[in-house]
């Protein structure tokens, strides 16, 4: 998982607590993402962001919001956190459609 | 819209059998297609992917895949199953953005 730094690596919260998973990449790529993971579900894709300055949902970003600091950072943040945002959340970046992704080592949330 | 379903969200085979994980995807463009494979506690690997040209592609690991646009299948194929080889892997189509979807996975178990 070279060139993309994940933190925490894992964390427990309260239900309704908040706070901001960080995503940092050296690999100069304009495209980020966050996707979680849940069994049998796969990995599912909760907000990108193509290049500096731009982010988008995706399918499922309800109770996330996201920021794109510069071309490095990707912050991903739960403001009032639920025990149905429990899962494993994995920070990605991207060259091109043809080239696949880099996956960061993730980050597991508990919500209880 | 670009999706993947993974037949067998759980595989068994013992130690030296052929590993099949099967992956099939619906697209309504040329589509780039992924393997990935995830290790316990782990972030995800790219095994390997097929974008143009040659139908059968090889990957890490002895790992190989044959693109069959007639059957809209990208399987998974190994002919010597290893210990090392137990770990979750996930069949992933690229759609027209550059975003990555994946299928639900397949944990695949190796017995001695």
């Known amino acids: 998982n070279a060139g993309v730094t994940q933190t925490p690596k894992f964390q427990v919260l309260k239900t309704g607590q908040s706070m901001t998973l960080q995503c940092a990449q050296d690999?100069?790529?304009?495209?980020m993402y966050w996707y979680r993971q849940d069994p049998g579900m796969g990995l599912r894709l909760i907000y990108y962001?193509?290049?500096?300055?731009?982010?988008d949902k995706g399918e499922v970003p309800n109770g996330y919001n996201v920021s794109r600091l510069n071309k490095r950072e990707f912050s991903l943040r739960l403001e009032s956190a639920a025990p149905s945002q429990t899962s494993v959340y994995f920070c990605a970046i991207g060259r091109a459609a043809n080239y696949g992704y880099t996956f960061g080592s993730g980050t597991r949330l508990t919500v209880v | 819209a670009q999706s993947v379903t993974q037949l067998g969200s759980h595989v068994s085979v013992s130690e030296g059998a052929l590993v099949l994980l099967r992956c099939n995807y619906s697209?309504?463009?040329?589509?780039?297609l992924f393997w990935y494979v995830q290790y316990p506690n782990q972030g995800l690997q790219l095994l390997l992917k097929y974008t143009t040209g040659a139908t059968l592609v090889k990957g890490i690991n002895g790992f190989e895949a044959e693109f069959k646009k007639s059957e809209t299948s990208f399987h998974l194929t190994k002919p010597s199953a290893h210990m090392s080889d137990a770990a979750e892997y996930f069949c992933a189509v690229s759609d027209k953005g550059g975003k990555l979807i994946f299928g639900q996975g397949t944990e695949l178990s190796v017995k001695p």
């Open positions: 962001s193509a290049s500096e300055g731009t982010t």
């Open positions: 690999m100069n790529h304009n495209s």
């Open positions: 697209s309504s463009v040329p589509p780039y």
